[in-house]
C-alpha cells in the first residue's frame, strides 16, 4: 500500500503509546485505512468505503500484524481481535461487524488527517531532488509511484499473499495462513516465497500445491537463501533438458532383405512393360517369396 498518515504528537501522552504490540496495532489501522470514498469487492457484495475506514476480519487482521514476523512474536488472531475491540472501547475507532467481514472506521479521521490531501506538487517542492523522485500522493496514486521504482536504489518486497493473489489466483484463509507460515519456515524471508510463486506463474502451474512443493523440496534440501535455490533449479532444469535429449532414439529402419529385392529384380526381367501379371503368376511369386521368409526366419 502506497501513501502516508499524519500522527499527532499528542499520542505520546496516550496509554497506548507505552504498549508498543499495541501501540503497533493502532499503526496498522491507521495504514489500513482508505484515504477517499472507493468501492471494495468482498466475496460478491460490493462495499462502500468512505475516507477512515478498511475492511478487515480475524484471520486477515493477523496476518497483517504478524508479517514478516518471528514465531515466538507472533500474536493470535484472538488477541489481536481482543485488542482491537479494546481501541474501540478507548474512543479510538468503531467497529461494525457482519457475518463475513467487518468495517472499522477511524474515528476523527478528518480533523487529524487532512493535512494528507497535499497534492504531490506541494509535497515534492519542499523535498530535496532524489526525494521528489519517489513523492506520493496518497494510497491512490499508485499508478506514479510504479513509473518511479527504476530511479529508486531500493525497493519495497512484496508480500507473498498479495503476490500470489494477483499473478496466480486468490488464496483461503487457510492457504494464506500455510502461506505465510513457509516465510516463517524460510526465517522471514520473504524473496524465497516469492520465488516459488514466480516460478508457478512461468510454468503455467497456478495453484497452491504446486508453490507449496516447490518449499517443501527447498526445505528439505535445506536451502535457505535465493541465490542457492536458483541455481539449485537451474540444475534440475539442466538435467531434465540432458535427459530428454539422452532418451531420444533415432528412429530405426527396416532394412530389405536381399532375397526380396532379388526376386523383385526376376519379375522386372521376365515382364516387358506393360504386360499385365496374372492372378495365378501372382500367387506363385507370392508362396516363392513366403517361403524363402520362412527359410531365412529359421
Known amino acids: 500500500m502506497q501513501g502516508w498518515v499524519s500522527i499527532h504528537r499528542k499520542i505520546m501522552n496516550n496509554p497506548?503509546?507505552?504498549?508498543?504490540?499495541?501501540?503497533?496495532?493502532?499503526?496498522?489501522?491507521?495504514?489500513?485505512?482508505?484515504?477517499?470514498?472507493?468501492?471494495?469487492?468482498?466475496?460478491k457484495q460490493i462495499i462502500k468505503l468512505e475516507p477512515g475506514q478498511f475492511i478487515t476480519g480475524r484471520f486477515s487482521l493477523a496476518e497483517s500484524y504478524n508479517?514478516?514476523?518471528?514465531?515466538?512474536?507472533?500474536?493470535?488472531?484472538?488477541?489481536?481481535?481482543?485488542?482491537?475491540?479494546?481501541?474501540?472501547?478507548?474512543?479510538?475507532?468503531?467497529?461494525?461487524?457482519?457475518?463475513?467481514?467487518?468495517?472499522?472506521?477511524?474515528n476523527n479521521w478528518n480533523l487529524y488527517q487532512h493535512d494528507v490531501q497535499l497534492n504531490d506538487?506541494?509535497?515534492?517542492?519542499?523535498?530535496?531532488?532524489?526525494?521528489?523522485?519517489?513523492?506520493?500522493?496518497?494510497?491512490?496514486?499508485?499508478?506514479?509511484?510504479?513509473?518511479?521504482?527504476?530511479?529508486?536504489?531500493?525497493?519495497?518486497?512484496?508480500?507473498?499473499?498479495?503476490?500470489?493473489?494477483?499473478?496466480?489466483?486468490?488464496?483461503?484463509?487457510?492457504?494464506?495462513?500455510?502461506?505465510?507460515?513457509?516465510?516463517?519456515?524460510?526465517?522471514?524471508?520473504?524473496?524465497?516465497?516469492?520465488e516459488a510463486i514466480t516460478i508457478a506463474d512461468n510454468k503455467n502451474k497456478r495453484y497452491f500445491g504446486f508453490v507449496e512443493f516447490l518449499l517443501k523440496e527447498w526445505a528439505n534440501n535445506n536451502l535457505g537463501s535465493l541465490d542457492r535455490i536458483r541455481a539449485y533449479e537451474q540444475e534440475k532444469f539442466n538435467k531434465t533438458k540432458s535427459n530428454t535429449n539422452f532418451n531420444?532414439?533415432?528412429?530405426?529402419?527396416?532394412?530389405?532383405?536381399?532375397?526380396?529385392?532379388?526376386?523383385?529384380?526376376?519379375?522386372?526381367?521376365?515382364?516387358?512393360?506393360?504386360d499385365v501379371e496374372s492372378p495365378e503368376e501372382k500367387r506363385a511369386r507370392l508362396e516363392r517369396i513366403q517361403q524363402k521368409y520362412q527359410k531365412s526366419g529359421s
Open 67 to 106: 508479517y514478516g514476523m518471528k514465531k515466538n512474536e507472533k500474536v493470535n488472531e484472538r488477541t489481536l481481535w481482543r485488542w482491537l475491540k479494546g481501541l474501540e472501547n478507548d474512543d479510538f475507532l468503531t467497529i461494525k461487524s457482519e457475518t463475513k467481514y467487518s468495517v472499522v472506521t477511524i
Open 121 to 194: 506538487q506541494q509535497v515534492s517542492n519542499k523535498c530535496p531532488a532524489n526525494v521528489q523522485q519517489v513523492s506520493t500522493n496518497n494510497n491512490g496514486n499508485k499508478g506514479n509511484n510504479d513509473n518511479n521504482l527504476n530511479t529508486t536504489t531500493t525497493t519495497e518486497l512484496e508480500n507473498p499473499i498479495a503476490l500470489f493473489e494477483k499473478i496466480l489466483c486468490r488464496l483461503s484463509p487457510i492457504q494464506s495462513h500455510s502461506l505465510m507460515k513457509w516465510v516463517d519456515e524460510f526465517e522471514g524471508k520473504s524473496e524465497i516465497v516469492n
Open 248 to 274: 531420444r532414439k533415432p528412429i530405426r529402419k527396416e532394412k530389405t532383405p536381399s532375397w526380396f529385392e532379388e526376386e523383385q529384380q526376376k519379375v522386372s526381367k521376365i515382364k516387358p512393360v506393360g
Open 16 to 43: 497506548v503509546w507505552q504498549d508498543p504490540k499495541l501501540l503497533k496495532l493502532w499503526m496498522l489501522c491507521l495504514l489500513e485505512a482508505s484515504h477517499k470514498e472507493h468501492e471494495q469487492l468482498v466475496g
